[in-house]
């Protein structure tokens, strides 16, 4: 157990509007035991360089006004070129400037977004993991239940991971990407991962050795990553879709629906058991166009907000956690 002490704090300005607990917090996303939310307040771990660092995001403002507190915590002094380098990417990560106010103000009377704009308005998609850590996920997340993927994720946490204590929480903090290189696929197999620990070797090693710059593919056109994501070893075009949207904000990426979101969508937009993913994907990119997949995040984490004050039977068979 490693304790972080608190380090310094720093008041930053998200662009308007922004609502904190909508956007570091999604109800739809498995429980990870890197992060916890509560209401106003955010804590996650961080792995900058070799070292691990615990944030804690407080909101001090409002959706019109928003304002975060960021609190860093460390087990030593930090440099003044290791914090000049954590803020901005603290900002990058829970996507603090950008600008969805023509979204806000052009739906804010639509069919569908209506009523999620009323209690979400400023929710927006964040990469609160690093890239590495963010495809660790996607790839314990297929073809396996939400209780699969956790206990597939916390395996590895307690393996290879570290705990860290800090602000009076404990988290697990991930690994570097090198701290795989010895080990063989076999031992990830014994952590019940199956094909998927060929998957985790093979995508570790690109970033060991710098085949994958996370940086890089920030300053790329959708298309770009498209093609450049899809060569990553064992990420198919459903991961794909969603990094494009949570990792890279590309707020039209909205060309894959995978089966079980499929039966969703098609409750909620046509309450029909089965809608075709050609019908489902061709309207919403008619009705919202640039901002598709950002619109879809609206319906989706909706009703996954409204799961956690009442029991939604259909919803419950299909998330299965």
Known sequence: ??????????????????NFDATVYKPSHFPSS?????????????????????????????????????????????????RDEIIPEIK???????????????FKNDKYL????????????????????TLIIYIVLQN??????????????????????????????????????KVSEQKLRGLKLGYRAKFIKKISSQFSKGEIDEFAMREMSKDELRE??????????????????????????????PPWEQKIYSKLLYNKKLVSTNKILKDIKKRYDKWSKLAI?????????????????WLEEEIRL
């Open 297 to 313: 995040h609206y319906i989706w984490e909706d009703i996954f907000w409204k799961r956690k004050t009442q029991y939604i039977d």
């Open 34 to 82: 890197d992060n916890l939310w509560e209401k106003g307040k955010y804590w996650i771990t961080m792995v900058w360089r070799c070292d691990v660092f615990g944030m804690k995001l407080e909101d001090k403002g409002t959706v019109a006004k928003p304002k975060i507190k960021l609190s860093v915590y460390s087990k030593k002094p930090i440099k003044k070129e290791t």
């Open 114 to 133: 209506k009523e999620p704009l009323k209690r979400w308005k400023g929710m927006r998609p964040v990469a609160a993991n690093s890239f590495y850590e």
């Open 144 to 181: 396996a239940i939400v209780r699969r993927t956790v206990q597939m994720l916390e395996n590895l946490f307690s393996n290879f991971g570290k705990k860290v204590k800090f602000d009076g929480k404990t988290l697990s903090a991930f690994w570097e990407p090198g701290r795989l290189d």
């Open 1 to 18: 157990m490693n304790k972080l002490n608190k380090n310094f704090s720093v008041t930053l300005k998200p662009t308007a509007p922004f």
């Open 92 to 106: 990058w990560r829970f996507n603090l400037g950008s600008d969805i106010s023509e979204f806000c103000k052009k």
């Open 228 to 257: 450049k994501a899809l060569k990553f070893y064992g990420i198919g075009p459903a991961s794909v879709e969603y990094l494009l949207f949570e990792d890279f904000y590309h707020y039209d990426a909205f060309d894959a629906v």
